[in-house]
């Protein structure tokens, strides 16, 4: 592989707290190692219509702190076709860009994955998605703050549910994947937890509310937004008809859990693994993740991260268990 000289980093996705921390270790480490710097706009859709911008160590300066990303993101259809890709590679060779690293989740790695057999391009990922749900790495950036944002929240919603002697079910991201209800769960002690891994969990959640209904406590349930029974809405109308006497409310936290100010260990693990994907590209890595595995950086094969499924703990599921 001939010298990178100049990298292009883009975002892809949803967005995740931290990113901009990871743009800003790509953009800093580049220049540090002689190369050049690139920010890509929007994602596929800005590389496909040449919205590309040179960076310098100012263009990143005051961003570690914010949340979303700078370079924006945007779902693009056109990438799905080789036509798509071949514009987004010319686009690429007219900025003279030798290398691209993308920011996101299992989909903007698909395309990275697909896009570097065809062009013969280095493309290194870094895992950034609030689900924490990619195979290869313990943990992707934005992670931990959802967590922290949605026991917060959760934590607000107890104070009323205890007040009035309610039930809340709280439906929380995860339309694939239950990371994140079932850590916040255990973090803001949940009664109640729901996640698409989990079959049969409306029958203990029946058999929990049934005793409630003699102990007369109030009780949070945390529904992932992709569990079977349909999310927190079905869930709350289902057990309202067996339990008609239950004072029952429903809340989704929807978006607010993406967004906020990433939490120190989304900044210094978003640092790291942007500095450790610049250090693949100069030890001639090519179609493979950056991520962390028991505290270390580890670099895995695209098309792992792509075809291998990421469960849940099952340590976790037991702790939840013993302590609902």
Known sequence: MEDILKVGVL?????????????????RTALNRGMEAYGIRRGYQGMIEGDIIKMDSASVSGIIQKGGTILQTARCMEFLTYEGRKKGYDQLHSFGIDAVIVIGGDGSFTGASIMSK???IPFIGIPGTIDNDLYGTDYTIGFDTALNTVVHAVDN???TASSHGRIFFVEVMGKEAG?????????SGAEGILIPEE?????KLRKYLAERARLKKS?????AEGEDEGGAIAIA?????EFPSFDIRTTILGHIQRGGSPSAYDRVSASRMGVAAIE?????QKSIMVGLVNGEIVHVPLNKTIKLHKDVSRDLLAIADLLI
């Not at 967005?15 to 270790?25: H, T, V």
């Not at 990371?179 to 973090?187: D, E, M, N, P, R």
């Open 199 to 203: 079959k049969g969990q409306i029958e």
């Open 157 to 159: 919603i107890r104070d």
């Open 179 to 187: 990371f994140v209800a079932l850590q916040s769960g255990i973090a």
């Open 11 to 27: 975002t892809s996705g949803g967005d995740a707290p931290g990113m901009n921390a990871a743009i800003r270790a790509v953009v």
């Open 237 to 241: 109308n289902k057990i309202k008809t």
């Open 118 to 120: 065809e062009f013969d």
């Open 280 to 284: 693949a590209l100069i030890d001639d």
């Open 219 to 223: 009780s949070i349930i945390l529904v």
